[in-house]
């Protein structure tokens, strides 16, 4: 029988985003079924990161369990390692994103930050012709380094899909496996002016999870994003999402997107694993 191993994990909540974070090492290949065990054991946690306090270029190092780029993981990892080291500034390399995303933090109360990542430019921002079933039409779709997000708005015949979660479930599948991209989320947005609601549905084909998650930070910021090119100017947001809201401030002519929001350290334990 094969010795177990115990893993130190951190679980933190991020806007109700709930993200577990491994800091013991475990292999790439190992670590999908690594993260569904962890899901398995606190059905609460949405997704599942693995963390290296220091690369091979002295900064920290965040690898998700599908290898796509998560802005709430990001900000879990920082305010995690604010609370072991103290610092409120930082750089962090993240899986999906080709550079290191720049981090701020300013405590929050007992193990709690408001913290504020840069997230990574966009790729492109589009209009894409989608069809699903007898839905038809094009919708916005930002491209980002490690994951993508389509945009939903109450005048598209798509947003009924918020109402039918489970066909919209089998749609944001599809729609992944024809763009062929790490991660995709249907971002349904609601509203008018600098408030609005976001309910996010994001799907990560490698490790096989499909959530409505209580809140999306890449998802916040490509919202942000296309609203802002679309204006073809500056535009900041607070986004209500499930589990609280995010700020979202884009600037389509600098190319600079700024998330805020707030993490809290839940829980430190360890976990068996074969």
Same mark, same amino acid.
């Given at each position: 029988m094969a010795e177990k191993k115990l893993l130190? !994990?951190?679980? @933190?909540d991020?806007?109700?985003n709930i993200t =577990? @974070?491994?800091?013991?090492p475990v292999e790439i290949a190992l670590q999908p079924g690594v993260a569904r065990k962890i899901m398995e054991l606190y059905p609460q946690v949405e997704q599942v990161g693995f963390l290296r306090p220091e690369n091979g270029e002295g900064l920290p190092e965040l690898r998700m369990a599908g290898g796509e780029f998560c802005g709430n993981a990001s900000m879990s990892a920082a305010a995690l390692l604010? =609370?072991?080291n103290g610092k409120t500034a930082m750089r962090l390399r993240v899986s999906g994103a080709a550079e290191p995303v720049a981090l701020r933090l300013a405590p929050d109360g007992e193990n709690s930050w408001i913290v504020e990542i840069r997230m990574p430019p966009a790729l492109e921002i589009i209009r894409k012709a989608f069809s699903f079933g007898e839905l038809q039409g094009e919708l916005p779709l930002v491209r980002m380094e490690g994951i993508s997000h389509v945009i939903i708005e109450p005048n598209s015949g798509f947003f009924r899909l918020l109402q039918e979660r489970e066909t919209a479930e089998r749609a944001v599948r599809a729609f992944c496996e024809s763009l062929r991209t790490d991660g995709l989320g249907l971002m349904f947005l609601e509203g008018e002016g600098t408030e609005r609601r976001l309910t996010p549905l994001v799907y990560v084909p490698v490790s096989e999870t499909?959530?409505?998650?209580?809140? !999306? =930070?890449s998802g916040s910021a490509a919202t942000g994003m296309y609203l802002a090119a679309k204006a073809r100017a500056a535009r900041e947001l607070a986004l209500r999402e499930p589990g609280g809201t995010l700020w979202v401030k884009s600037d389509p002519c600098s190319g600079e997107t700024r998330l805020k929001g707030h993490v809290r350290l839940a829980e430190s334990t360890e976990i068996s694993f074969n």
């Open positions: 130190k !994990c951190s679980i @933190l991020p806007t109700g =577990a @974070l491994v800091e013991s604010a =609370a072991q499909t959530f409505w998650e209580n809140a !999306c =930070a």
